[in-house]
């Protein structure tokens, strides 16, 4: 893979994680800038997403045998809080992940009320793709 497209896949990795990062001013960059297609670059970009939410699934596992520790650092409010919008919403509260703010935080909450993997992935999938779907459609149009 090269520079530019292992740049936008550690960028949309990171991103997709509880760590602070930017990923779609960077698409939009190589979509004007580069010689790759449209198309390699959106799902270069949502590999990349989805994967760094398969992380915050994975921590929200492996956490949640220590939810109730005095050091964790998500207060019981706001797990309680959290849990209740994850189980009002369902599933389909993962076609948000894409949502800055929230989306991280959703994945997390999939993983520790144990979300089936293989709809995780599908869902966030469709959610992410869709997202860097517009951002390329919005970009390409301008110029």
């Not at 949309?12 to 800038?33: D, G, H, K, M, R």
């Not at 979300?115 to 779907?133: I, N, P, S, W």
Request: net charge positive.
């Amino acid at each position: 893979m090269g520079g530019a497209l292992t740049g936008l896949f550690l960028a949309a990795f990171i991103a997709a994680t509880l760590l602070p990062a930017q990923s779609e001013a960077l698409l939009a960059y190589l979509l004007v800038q580069s010689a790759h297609s449209a198309a390699l670059l959106v799902a270069v970009a949502t590999l990349g997403n989805v994967l760094g939410s398969c992380v915050n699934w994975a921590l929200g596992r492996f956490f949640r045998h220590y939810r109730h520790a005095h050091w964790f650092p998500v207060s019981a409010r706001q797990q309680a809080r959290a849990e209740a919008l994850y189980r009002r919403y369902g599933r389909a509260s993962l076609l948000l992940s894409w949502v800055p703010i929230i989306g991280d935080p959703i994945t997390c909450v999939a993983g520790l009320l144990g979300e089936d993997l293989r709809v995780f992935v599908l869902l966030v999938t469709l959610a992410k793709a869709g997202r860097y779907c517009v951002v390329a459609g919005i970009t390409l149009a301008a110029i």
